[in-house]
């Protein structure tokens, strides 16, 4: 199968018959053998109904209907655990992705060789103040501490060699950093697209202000997660040991001064609970890195390495 298209959806009843046409039109001037993955994730319109029709009409647009509202990274991840095409693109459902540009991102992966191709919607359509600066905020944050150079992560248009899907799991908010998660997976190949963004027609948009205070939290956790999740110690232990030995140096010193040069009480010196205070997040810290050791080591994923190829085995 050359496309699976994954389109993670929440009340979207108005766009999705449209956007089912307009889909098959492309597939069928291009000649693919293609699917769609209509993830429905607890919508509470007639969206299910609409996935339904469509299926009726055309047996590749098939749907996965949840019992409740998980969020677009289950929506995603399920997706992808079912996607058989050779090259996955995802979308949103709201027409605010063209499909023409489906075409294009497929050859930048099957011949331009890349693992993965990330949508730029370059022009935006959105209320620009409370939209285009904190997004532009969170880029250059993801960028900074990524360190791959992509202009928009959280664009709803991209696209996977099918590969890359099958080895990541996206949970929680995290669709917003699959890049990253593809980086940490070992892809480097990470292209972008600069793609057609059009004003929403139907529906209304799902996602709140809290989206940034969440993306950026969630920034904090990926980067923490990819560098240290397999080895928190060397987190907690070299923060640890830094303020405990910055403590008991100041104990010491303390101790050194009133009994051999006769100053005042020890614990009449500010430094003193400043020396006990770093003593003790010293060990808190020491304390968190063994626990969180022994959840790495407990971890069903600590083994799951990626095998690129094999020879003579
Ligand atoms: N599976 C799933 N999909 C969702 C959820 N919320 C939004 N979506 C889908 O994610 C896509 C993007 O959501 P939008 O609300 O359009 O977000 P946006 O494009 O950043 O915002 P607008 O520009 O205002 O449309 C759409 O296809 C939505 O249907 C959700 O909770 N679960
Ligand atoms: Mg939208």
């Keep these: 199968m050359d496309l699976t298209i994954v389109i993670p959806l929440f009340n979207e009843e108005e766009s999705l018959p449209e956007l089912g046409a307009w889909i098959e ?9 293609y699917e769609v993955i209509l993830v429905d994730d607890g919508s509470t319109d007639a969206s299910w109904t609409v ?27 399920e997706g992808f655990k079912a996607a058989q095409g050779d090259v ?7 027409m605010q992705d063209s499909p023409d540009e489906i075409p294009e991102l497929r ?34 944050a993801a960028r900074k501490s990524s360190g791959i150079k992509l202009h928009d992560f959280n664009c709803g248009l991209k696209a996977y060699r099918l590969k890359l899907v099958k080895s990541i799991e996206v949970y929680g908010e995290m ?23 059009r004003p929403r027609k139907y529906g209304v948009t799902k996602f709140g202000w809290e989206r940034f205070i969440n993306g950026f939290l969630d920034l904090g956790s ?29 104990f010491i010193y303390l101790t050194v001064s009133k009994f051999f040069f006769d100053q005042t009480g020890m614990t009449q010196r500010p430094l003193f609970f400043f020396a006990i205070l770093a003593m ?6 020491f304390l968190a890195g063994f626990i969180g050791e022994l959840i790495a080591r407990n971890s069903p994923e600590r083994n799951n390495y990626l095998i690129e190829t094999r020879k003579g085995l």
């Design 51 to 77: 996935i339904e029709t469509l299926n009726t009409k055309n047996p590749c647009f098939k749907g996965i209907k949840f019992q409740r509202n998980y969020g677009k990274s289950a929506a995603l991840n």
């Design 222 to 250: 990926i980067m923490f997660v990819g560098k240290f999740g397999k080895r928190p110690m060397h987190f907690f232990g070299l923060w640890g040991t830094l303020a405990f030995m910055a403590g008991l140096s100041i």
């Design 25 to 33: 039109k492309v597939m069928l001037a291009n000649g693919y053998t």
């Design 280 to 285: 003790i997040i010293g060990t808190q810290l």
């Design 107 to 140: 050859n930048m992966i099957i011949e331009g060789g890349f693992d993965m191709v990330s949508g730029w919607k370059k022009k935006r359509y959105d209320n620009t103040f409370s939209k285009n600066i904190p997004s532009k905020l969170f880029n250059a």
């Design 88 to 94: 996955v693109i995802t979308m949103d459902a709201d």
């Design 175 to 197: 669709h917003r950093y699959i890049p990253v998660l593809a980086k940490w997976a070992g892809f480097r190949k990470i292209g972008e697209k600069v793609v057609e963004h």
